[in-house]
């Protein structure tokens, strides 16, 4: 059974820093793309920043500079540092990996991990 299982969301106040961990699991034989993505209540799930396998990274225009991904290929693992939290940033955060597992390459979505930051 695939698995994406992230952790280290929570209450921040604005100005503070977030690492948010993914951990693919299942028997996967590779992983391609690795991202996350973020919906705030009422609003649609977007794209806040995706590594390829070969490291080229993707940012949304509103977390560029404050937010860095990065992956740890041995581990099955990415990450998003996030620093300088502000208010609208508050969402669930989605982990989401392109994977080979068992005859197909498909996208997997973790469970989410709420990131909520107070003014």
């Known amino acids: 059974q695939v698995q994406l299982v992230e952790s280290g969301g929570g209450l921040v106040q604005a100005g503070e820093s977030l690492r948010l961990s993914c951990a693919a699991s299942?028997?996967?034989?590779?992983?391609?793309?690795m991202g996350w993505y973020r919906q705030a209540p009422g609003k649609q799930r977007d794209l806040v920043a995706v590594i390829t396998s070969d490291g080229t990274v993707t940012y949304a225009d509103s977390v560029k500079g404050r937010f860095t991904i990065s992956r740890d290929n041995a581990k099955r693992t990415v990450y998003l540092q996030m620093n300088s939290l502000k208010p609208e940033d508050t969402a669930v955060y989605y982990c989401?990996?392109?994977?080979?597992?068992?005859?197909?390459?498909?996208?997997?979505w973790g469970q989410g991990t709420q990131v909520t930051v107070s003014s």
């Open positions: 299942g028997g996967i034989f590779s992983i391609n793309r």
């Open positions: 989401n990996a392109n994977m080979w597992y068992r005859t197909s390459w498909s996208d997997y």
